[in-house]
């Protein structure tokens, strides 16, 4: 991979698919200078349990407040941030911010584990894991009330590399969970060696997986692999109830998705720790 640097100082990364996707140099500038003003914020999706339907988690999402064109999803930004170094100062700030949330709820009573999106060429860098530890010590938070999300793309592009980054990451107590599971090109003989402890379904098995037997075939044989290594299994993407109470039902520990909570700001989540479970039926479960 080569880099090149462009008139405003972005350094685009080249992997030889230039011809494939130009990025958009002028909002990648400005997606930097918006870091720099404090205009990314982060979104928290609860994770429920399965069966109790009590939050269990949140996953931090990245959004940018846009002065004109108001708040941007990370699809409309991130894809070109993630083939330049602008990704790196995005990735430092979402950590630092989500690092300090958890700890002020852990602070206020609240153990809720936050997950954080992790982007391959962040973990690529020699101060990833430092950096990161750092972190946890100047919030005072118990690692394992971090866990890290990597795409299974990010752990196969270096595969030695990654897994003992991971494994850096583990050892310290943080929890380590493969994103999207089942869209990449993980060879399920190499999942026992993976230094990790979840596993994500990804939503395009789980959502509607109740009218698809070919979907829910997938979905319960992923879960039983996790079970069988032992890891946590959170589906996402749960858009209605008969999914939600299928995977209950099926074994899966975690439910995320638009049926049970929206991506909301953190004061929003915060209202609802230690509240009442989500979903329509679950009163009467
Ligand atoms: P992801 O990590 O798989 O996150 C889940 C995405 O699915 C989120 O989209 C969430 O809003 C969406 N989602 C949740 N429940 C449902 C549902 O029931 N139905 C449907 N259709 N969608 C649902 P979002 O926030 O737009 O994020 C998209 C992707 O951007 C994320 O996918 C993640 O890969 C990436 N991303 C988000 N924040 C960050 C970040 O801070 N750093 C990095 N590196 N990537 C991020
Ligand atoms: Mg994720
Ligand atoms: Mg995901
Ligand atoms: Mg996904």
Known sequence: RSAKRDRTGVVLWTAGDTTTHRADLRQLTELRTGIRAGHLRLHYQPLYSAGSREINGAEALVRWQHPQRGMLPPGVFLPDAERSDVILELTDWVFAEAVHQTAVWHRAGHDVPVSVNLSPAYLAQERAVPTILALLELERLPARLLTVEVTETAVLTRPDQAAARLAEIRAAGIRVAID???????????????????????????????????????????????????????????EDEPTALALAAAGADLLQGYHLDRPQPAEQLEAKLGQHPAGRHASIR
């Open 180 to 238: 999207d599971f089942g869209t990449g090109y993980t060879s399920l003989g190499l999942l026992p060696e993976l230094p990790i402890d979840e596993l994500k379904i990804d939503r395009s098995f789980v959502s509607r997986m109740h009218d698809s037997p070919a979907r829910a075939t997938i979905v319960h044989s992923v879960i039983a692999i996790a079970r069988a290594l032992d890891l946590t299994v959170v589906a996402e993407g749960v």
